[in-house]
């Protein structure tokens, strides 16, 4: 089973407030309901747009790459065949269905209110006259040494915080990690497996989203071909052309 490249195609769009917003708003516009099949519709959409995304930080981005790993397991799902889902398993598809509709209801929630907030402008109501609750003050018999007193009390009942201690970030595996690994191994041996490829025995969902995309994108490149003899075999990796040293992928 031979996979390759297709469809090239650029979009531009307008900046949105967050990954969910974009995912809303290419559902809407191809005038699909939210479910799965429209998720895996707009995903090489949305793949795109993240690929082009200059003017965020890495806080924003990172929940645009987050949602965009999630679209790119479903759509591996699609192409690559894969065992039923067991029952401790959560469905990915699944829950960003329901966090996109979600969002669709808070966000024409927050359409209505801020139409109705505008109307209100318009209007002014007279507010209800309130009674005289006033009491009339005591006076306060404390001197400035006893409010620094029951002050310097207070500080002795306050826990000194316990100090923080850094942690050495984790290592992120990145895509630029995985063509160099695939570059090398290539060197050593003329194929290998998609499972050789993972950096360590028990490799994290992050891992396999970053392997699996920078295979795809080296694909698409044709420097690569991957084939499966048999149905949930192994999947086999396999130099199509010379990798420069050059290539980049962006993550």
């Keep these: 089973m031979l996979i390759d490249a297709h469809d090239i195609y650029t979009i531009r769009l307008d900046q949105f407030e ?8 290419l559902i809407e516009r191809a005038e699909l309901d939210i ?20 003017d965020r930080n890495a806080g924003q ?39 996109l509709r979600e969002y669709q209801q808070f966000k024409e929630a927050a359409a ?30 404390m001197t400035l ?5 029951v002050w310097q009390m207070r500080m002795k009942l306050v826990d000194d915080p316990a100090p923080t201690i850094p942690l050495p970030a984790p290592k992120i595996l990145t895509v630029g990690d995985v063509v160099t690994s695939i570059r090398e191994r290539f060197l050593r041996m003329p194929r290998f497996s ?5 950096p ?14 920078a295979v795809l994108e080296m694909i698409k490149r044709r420097v690569i071909v991957a084939h ?22 962006e993550d």
């Design 18 to 25: 967050g990954p969910l917003d974009l995912l809303l708003h």
């Design 194 to 198: 998609f499972l050789e490829l993972l």
């Design 145 to 149: 040494d006893d409010l620094l007193g």
């Design 61 to 99: 981005m990172s929940s645009f790459v987050f949602v965009a790993s999630r679209l790119l397991v479903m759509k591996s799902r699609a192409i690559l065949p894969q065992t039923p889902t067991s029952a401790s398993e959560p469905d990915e598809s699944v829950d960003l269905v329901r966090q």
């Design 112 to 141: 209505f209110l801020r139409v109705r907030d505008q109307m209100g402008l318009q209007h002014f109501a007279k507010a209800p006259s309130l009674p005289n609750t006033s009491v009339a003050s005591m006076p306060l018999r």
């Design 228 to 249: 499966q003899d048999d149905i949930f075999g192994p999947i086999t990796i396999k130099q199509a052309a010379d990798i420069p040293t050059t290539l980049q992928i």
């Design 35 to 54: 479910t799965t099949i429209a998720l895996a519709h707009v995903a090489d959409q949305y793949l795109r747009y993240v690929r082009a995304m200059t």
């Design 200 to 213: 360590r025995s028990q490799p994290t969902r992050v891992d396999v989203v970053v392997s699996l995309w």
